[in-house]
């Protein structure tokens, strides 16, 4: 079956990095678009980033730009979540997901097929 597995996760100072990664099985990893969302307590989950299946095309929510990127391996079956200048409203658990259409970088939920468990972010002020 299809398994999403993201790592890297942690604490991290006000300002810091971390870089995620999801790692994925049971699908055709080349031919699928990646997302990042992110889910704070109480509130709703919300796209962070997204890639098409040949990583040509990325989109960012307007928070991220500027800090976050977005690669992918397809020979590693792995997307990534750089994520650079991290602030404390970003404490959040993060969640990797897989959408069929290969094309799409949107940040409609209900595009995508596939979610992992998620990583938790928590950044310390």
């Known amino acids: 079956q299809v398994q999403l597995v993201e790592s890297g996760g942690g604490l991290v100072q006000d300002g810091g990095s971390l870089r995620l990664s999801c790692t994925a099985s049971?699908?055709?990893?080349?031919?699928?678009?990646m997302g990042w969302f992110r889910q704070a307590p109480g509130k709703e989950r919300v796209f962070v980033a997204g890639?098409?299946?040949?990583?040509?095309?990325?989109a960012y929510s307007d928070s991220v730009k500027g800090r976050f990127t977005i690669p992918r391996d397809n020979a590693k079956n792995t997307v990534y979540l750089q994520m650079n200048g991290l602030k404390p409203e970003e404490t959040a658990i993060y969640y990797c997901?897989?959408?069929?259409?290969?094309?799409?970088?949107?940040?409609?939920?209900?595009?995508?097929?596939?979610w992992g468990r998620g990583t938790q972010v928590t950044v310390s002020s």
């Open positions: 049971g699908l055709t990893f080349s031919s699928f678009a």
């Open positions: 997901a897989a959408a069929r259409t290969g094309c799409y970088v949107g940040k409609d939920v209900g595009k995508y097929d596939y």
């Open positions: 890639i098409t299946w040949t990583g040509i095309s990325t």
